[in-house]
Each structure stands twice: as C-alpha cells, then as structure tokens.
C-alpha cells in the first residue's frame, strides 16, 4: 500500500474513533445537565458517571492524536488549515479547555456545582457544532490562497446553508449516539429507570439524525458538486448506513438485544462517515491540497507508521485492560466495586 | 502590534500557565508512586494515604495540564504555520509519540483512580502507577526533543528549493541539545514536585499538626528532594557546558561575557550599561564562567562581541539566569539543611525557620522553573529554529490573534482561580487525621 494511503486511513479510523466515543462523552454531559433541570438527575446520573469518570481523558486523546497525525503525515494541512483557522480553532479549543478541566472539578472535586455541570454539558453541544466547520471548510471556498497568504472567509461560513446542515448533523448526531450507548450501559447494568429514560432520548435523537443527513446532501450537491457527484458514485455505502439504522432504531424499539443495537449505530456511522472520506479523496483541503501532494518526506511517512504499529502493541492491551475493568466489568457497572 | 508580537505574547503565556501543571503532572506519579509502594512494603498505612490524598489533588492538575497541553499542541499549527509546514516533516515523530506516551498514561491514571480496593494484592494496584510515571515522564522526554530540535536542529537538510529533505528521524530527536535539556526537564520537574508536597506538610506542621502523617510525609519528600535537588545540579553544569559548545550566544548573554578569554569569571546579579557594555555593582566570582563551559578554568569560553550583533539575545536573560541558578543553590541548601538536622537526631529539623524556609522553597521553585524556560526561550531569539528561521518568518498572517491573546488571558485566569479554590476546599473539608481514623475503623 502506498504510505500516503495508510496515512488517511489511519488517520480516518482514529477520527470516526474520536467520533464515536467523543459523541457518547459530549452527549452524556448534554443529559447529565438536562436530567438536572428536569430532576431527573437521580434517575441517570450514576449511569452516566459510572462510565465517564475513569475514560474522559482517553476521549481527549483521541482528538489529539487525529491532529498530531494529520500535521506529521501532511505537514502542508498545518499551513492552510493553521492560518484559516485561527478563530474557530481558538474558539473549538477554548470549549475543549472549560470541558476537560471543569469536568475534573466536578467530579473530582469536593462538590456538585450547577455551574460547572452547566459549563460541562453546554460545552459538549457547542464543541461538536466548532469541530464540525473544520469538515465543513475542507470542502473549499472558505479559504482563499492570496498573493499575502492564506484568507478565511468567515462571513461565507456563517451564511452557508452547507455549514449549517453539517453543524445540525453533527449535533443531532452526538445526542443519538450517545443515548443508545448509554441505554445499552444502563441495561448492563440493571439500572431499568436509566434505561427506559435513555431509551427515549435515543429514540426521539433518531428522527433528527436522518433528516440531517439528507440535508447535509442536499447541501453538498449546492457547495460542491464533484464531492457530491463521487459520494453518489458509492452511493450503496450510505445506503447501507440507512439499513443499519433501521436496525438500530427497530431493536431499541423493541428493547432486544441493546448492545447490538449499538452495534448497529457505530455501523450505521462507520459506512457513512467512511463513504464521506472515500467520496472525499484525494483532496484534503478542496482545491489546495491534496493527500499525494502534502504528503510528508518517506523516510518520516514509514518512521510514523513504524511508531503507530509499536503504539499499537502497547494501547489495544492497554484499552482492553480499561474496557474490561470499566465497561464489561458486570460488577463495576452495577456500582458494586 | 502585529500578529508576530501577540503570537509570541500568547505563545508565552500558554506555555507559562501550561509548564506549572504540566511539571506537576511530571512529578507528582513518581512521588505518589514511591509512597504506596513504600506503604505497601512497609504495611505502613499512613504512606497508603498518602498516595490517596496526593491522587486525589492531582487529577485535577492533571486535568488543567491535559487541556493547556492541547492548547498549545494546536496552538503550533495556529499560530505558526510556516514553521510546522517547514519542519512538521522532522519533527512529526516526537510528536507523535508523545501523544502514544499520553495515552498510555491516561489509561493506566483511569486504572489507578478506580482500582485503589479492587485487587486483593495491594501490589497489583501499585503496578499500576508504574505505567503512569513511564507515560508523564516519556512526553516530558519527546517534547524536550522537539524543543531541543529548535535549539540544534539536526538529521536533515535544505534543498535549493529551501525545503527540507534527508530526513533522519532519529538524529533530529537525538539533537546535541536533548540529552542535557531531559536530564535537566525530568530532574527540575522532579525536585520541584517534591518541594511541593514538602511544603504542604511543613505548612501543616507549622499551623501545630502534629500527627505523624505529617512529619512522615516531610521526611520522605526532603530526603528524595535532597537527591533530586543535587542531580538538577548536575543536570544544570551539564546543560552549561553544552551551551558553551553549541549555543555560546545564549551562555555570554546570560553571563553578560562579551571578550571571548580564558579564565573567564562568572557575574552574579548587576546592572548593565546597554551604550558601554560595563557592568556595575556585579559579584565576579573568579574563573567560575570557564570551570561551568569547559570544566577547568583555562577553558576559553566565547564572548557576545565574537557574534553578529543581530543575532545577540536579549540580555536580560543574565537576570533570568541569576534567578533560576539561586533558587537551584537555595533548595540544595535547605534540602541538605533538614537532613542533616534530622540525621543529628537532637530534633533540630522541625524547628519553625527551617520549616518556613521549605514553605518558601515550593514557590520558589515553580518560580525558578519559569525562569529557566524564559531563559531557555528568550536566549534563542531572534531564531525560533536556531540559524534557519527567524521567529518573525513563523507567525500566521491571520488578523486576530490579538482577539485570541484577550480570550485565552481570560481563560487561564479563571481556570487558575478555580482549579485552586477546588483543591482547597478538596483538602480542607477531609483532614488526614479524620481520613485516617475513618481508614481504620474501617
């Protein structure tokens, strides 16, 4: 395989991970704060804290290591995307400090405060919408390349019909997620309060999810026609994705077999969020950068993969290590331990 | 002013506010790590809790170094662009597998915090830590080599075009600059970890405390702090040595040494005439300059009128340099100070002035940290990667920052005040002697 290949792959794999478990960390803030208000914070709270407390960090990771990666593999993506996105990296980063670090204060701290549980959901809904306009912006006509360097159009994003599709997708998305994962923990852990509360979030989050994702089409064939007309050339990857929904939503439904319906969701996004990167290649950032032409020098490309396979052999035990003493662990769930 | 300055502005004050929980992020493990296994081996329990209430406080400095670490890992790209495009290529594999040595340390510190009761063999749960000190002190290490590689870059070269090409990842992680820079980031982190918690006990002491938690606490940190103190030392003579040799700039504008000689002499403190070059009011300490470059006193050391006068540093680094080699003297002192009052055994060492003079030493070392990393930062201007690129080549062209420097100024100020109100009142409420008594009744 070509290093360039295995360099987006790798890359994709570890943000559709960012994708799945940072959903399920921001939309539990989401519901952690909304069960306040509601008072029904004794109902799911512990499921929720039970499951975020020992992995938040590892969440964190994730991101950073999707970032990390993109710079090394294409260092010219640092030049573009660093200079264009000065304001809604800066904005994307400062939510992601008030989360991290309140999150540790409310829960590691001596007391429950309403205001750091209103930072820590708040920001969960807002940072998914920031990170969202990166992908947004990758599909051209935000950045302009100048005779005086790089120019973000700020105001061209704000009034896309496109960005905002992808920011309601990505929102909607978090929420879904997020509670069919949690539904499915609450079942492990015979908590059936949690469970029947969580059930219903996921099902009302599953409607949304799918108008979203028409209208992000819609607003992709507006913005970028060739992006649009290559996604529809593997178009049986989204419609897989569908099917996968449709099973996910029919077992939640019929409250059998949870943790395959979860299954099915982390399905249903892996087709579409890989059928969006397929369609998208070979442009990183559309017109400017390709992944042929950022590429990093070889010697560099093969010394991070050499590293990423070493890595490898030392996080999958490591996480199968967490995993299994957090999250299939029947006795920690049940708050036993 | 423009971008370059508020990127350099906001650059600083990212990294100031990031080194003082990132440092305690560092070397907190290690003391938490040597006080359960002590614990464990010597079934004392008051070492076991120990560990308890240091883990406790340091998930929430861990948490404020986690996300002012992201900030300026992505500040990097925002803020200078040109020079990630320029030297990402090289720099790529620390980079990467510091956040491999973050991962690793974020699983293991998840493990840790829930485990304390859940293995039957205590021993198990200590192991536990082990890999929390190798994942904190490896991305202390790959970041070092990364800052290093600015100071020295090395395993490539330019091609016509002005791109980089010839890469050798290793080499440019091995630069001359990291072995001196590790030793003396992981011995400075160590020992100023280790005054903290000293000075938490003795401040304790002080107020009257006089359960044994307390003084158990003060003798483990001073003792491991002494050693600490004396390798920091080494560390620092090493990094001396290897300025004079690689970067003579920054050691003469630190010594304020402007006529390369022999037997040069070492000047502490002073005022600086910037027409003349003389110095005033200054302790010459004879041939010390030489004895700290080259190790015996008929070294020649190089002196700033040797260089290009655009490339000289700004020379109020001497007084940055000043600071931090004091305060290095100064723990060495009190450290040593308290372990041979304590060796005496006549009960010496918890009398009140030496106590207070370790109270004061915990600031006085994070203070000394700051400096070091000013001098270490400002004693390489103008370049930001030395002899390649200038550091107003690097900077975004993007409007802005100035917006930017205001928010996260706001920020940092909040998150300090509020992270330490909670680690107060995280500790005021649950006294070790309650948490004690509670431990063994039940």
Known sequence: MQLEMIGITVLWIFLYGYLIVASIDFGAGFFSYYSMLTGKDHIINKI????????????????????????????????????????????????????????????????????????????????????????????????????????????????????????????????????????????????????????????????????????????????????????????????????????AVYLMWKKENLGLSFVFVMFQFAYAFFGYGISHMPYLLYPYVTFQSALTHSTMGWALVIAFIAGLFLLIPSLALLLWLFLFNAKYVRGEK | MDSVIWSRILTAETLAFHIIWATIGVGVPVFISIAEGWGIYKKDPHYILMARRWTRGFVITVAVGVVTGTCIGLMLSLLWPKFMQLVGNVISLPLFLETFAFFFEAIFLGIYLYTWDRFKNPVWHWLTSIPIIIGSTMSAVFITTVNSFMNTPAGFSIDEAGRVTHIDPIAAMLNPATPSKVAHVLASSYVTCGFLLAAIAAFYILRGRTHIYFKKALRLTMAASFVLAVLTFVAGDLSGKFLAKYQPAKLAAAEWHFETMKEAPLIFGGILDEETLEVKYAIKIPYALSILAGGSPSDQVIGLNDIPREEWPPLYVHYLFDGMVAIGFYLIFISGLYLFLWLRRKGGEWNPWVLRGIVLAAPLAFIAIELGWMYAEVGRQPWIIVGLMRVDQAATTADNVDVMTLMFSLLYAALAVVAVSVLIRLFRKNSPEKEMAERISA
């Open chain 1, 48 to 247: 929720i804290d039970r499951y975020l407390s020992p992995v938040w960090e590892v969440t964190n990771v994730f991101l950073i290591f999707f970032i990390v990666g993109l710079v090394g593999f294409f260092p010219d993506t640092a030049y573009y995307y660093g200079t264009a996105l000065l304001i809604p990296g800066g904005i994307s980063l400062i939510l992601l400090t008030i989360r991290g670090s309140f999150y540790a204060f409310a829960n590691y701290g001596a007391r429950k405060s309403r205001l750091y549980m209103f930072l820590y959901g708040a920001t969960g809904l807002f940072i998914p919408a920031s990170l969202s306009t990166v992908l947004t912006i990758s599909e051209g006509g935000f950045i302009e390349e100048t005779k005086n360097g790089v120019v973000f159009h700020a105001d061209r994003l704000f009034t896309s019909p496109y960005s905002w599709s992808v920011v309601f997708l990505a929102i909607v998305s978090v929420l879904y997620i997020s509670a069919s994962f949690l539904t499915y923990y609450a079942y492990k852990a015979k908590d059936f309060p949690a469970m029947e509360q969580l059930r219903t979030y996921a099902l009302f989050w599953s409607g949304p999810t799918i108008l979203a994702s028409l209208l992000v089409f819609w607003g992709l064939s507006k913005h970028n026609p060739e992006h649009f007309a290559s996604a529809v050339s593997i178009g049986w990857m989204f419609g897989a994705s569908f099917l996968c929904f449709c099973v």
